[in-house]
């Protein structure tokens, strides 16, 4: 009888556990029934922060300015989250306004930047449209004419070249989803910048390789989508490696954080490592705000702990939404998701 009652005890302890790694762990009981799973109440929250329901800005002394790169993470966030697809939608409307795009990619001639074209490709395949046709823009024959022949994707810009591991790692990602694929030297390429200790750097050639959280959870991703499982798995690995006591991930600023630990949690879900995984969404767990904060940041996710900070909590919570999914950028779609920015029922 003794031996029973421990046996139901222990499964009762296993069941409990594995709960609280499901997708759905609610903020409160309550929560759940109105608001739904924790990426549900963060993307909810972050549909609620977009200026006019459609953007991001950024303030630099006194002035607004468009910040399109933050408004694509809120589509990737949305979609990811099943939820907001009329925010979604109104977003990536406004990111392809010829202006807002414009200011974004480059006039196509004189400038053209890598990261923001492939970054802008793939939020456009993922919301389902076509990226070939961008208002006129094709955003696909313009990211291949910038792939050099080493098969880097580089900018083209009077003001230099700045594209780096996630430039390249969008473009593979965005390229994957077109009928012709990936160019093999441009994956080559990326996988060539892995540094001794198994990471990816942030830019490459330099004198020390020093591997980076977030360039790697994009490069492995990257990886993983043009086959190339070997290279990616070293990634992995280094991500293991790292990975905090408490679950999280620090990024060169040496502390732990949402925005490192969302992107690792993501690549680490996709590549199947379902424990590393599991510790780094319960570290995003811990930064999302709940019924005992202010009613307006409810669902929202801290950057690393400390006090709520509004300035940096819609980057924070649009990454760290994706790693409380897991759900990778090659595998990522808006098919399905609902209308409306869900909000916590908070007693």
């Known amino acids: ?67 399109q790169g933050l408004t694509l993470d809120a589509v990737f966030a949305f979609a990811t989250a099943g939820v907001a697809d009329d925010y979604g939608a109104g977003a990536l409307a406004w990111v392809t306004r010829p202006d807002i795009r414009d200011g974004y990619l480059g006039d196509g001639t004189t400038e053209v930047y890598a990261g923001a074209t492939a970054k802008l ?9 076509d990226p070939t046709d961008v208002g006129g823009v094709d955003l696909i024959a313009r990211l291949r004419s910038i792939q050099s022949p080493s098969g880097r994707f580089t900018d083209r810009s009077a003001f230099g070249d700045f594209s780096n591991a ?27 910048t892995r540094c001794p200790d198994g990471g990816y750097p942030v830019l490459p050639d330099q004198p020390v390789c020093t591997s980076d959280v977030d360039a790697t959870a994009m490069a492995v991703q ?35 954080n949402a925005n490192s630990t969302g992107l690792a949690a993501q690549a680490l879900r996709d590549g199947r490592r379902p424990l590393a995984w599991a510790r780094a969404r319960a570290f995003l767990a811990e930064l999302q705000v709940g019924c005992a904060s202010a009613p307006a940041d409810w669902g929202a996710v801290d950057f690393d702990g400390g006090a709520f900070d509004p300035t940096t909590a819609p980057r924070a919570t649009a990454q760290a939404v994706l790693g409380l999914t897991g759900i990778g950028y090659a595998r990522l779609s808006a098919a399905g998701a609902g209308p409306g920015a869900p909000v916590p029922a908070c007693r």
């Open 1 to 67: 009888m003794v031996v029973r009652r421990s046996r139901h005890r222990l499964l009762a302890l296993l069941c409990g556990v594995l709960a609280a790694l499901t997708l759905g762990t609610p903020m409160a009981a309550a929560a759940e029934r109105a608001g739904g799973s924790r990426p549900e109440a963060a993307a909810g929250w972050l549909a609620r922060q977009l200026v006019d329901g459609e953007r991001f800005e950024v303030v630099f002394d006194g002035v607004a300015y468009p910040d």
């Open 121 to 129: 490709a793939l939020a456009v395949q993922v919301r389902g449209g």
């Open 166 to 192: 996630f430039s390249q790692s969008f473009a593979v990602l965005a390229l994957d989803r077109t009928a012709t694929g990936v160019p093999s030297t441009a994956a080559a390429w990326l996988a060539g």
């Open 222 to 256: 990257a990886l993983r989508a043009a086959d190339r499982p070997a290279d990616a798995a070293a990634g992995l690995g280094w991500l293991v490696s790292v990975q905090g006591t408490d679950g999280g991930f620090a990024n060169a600023a040496g502390a732990p």
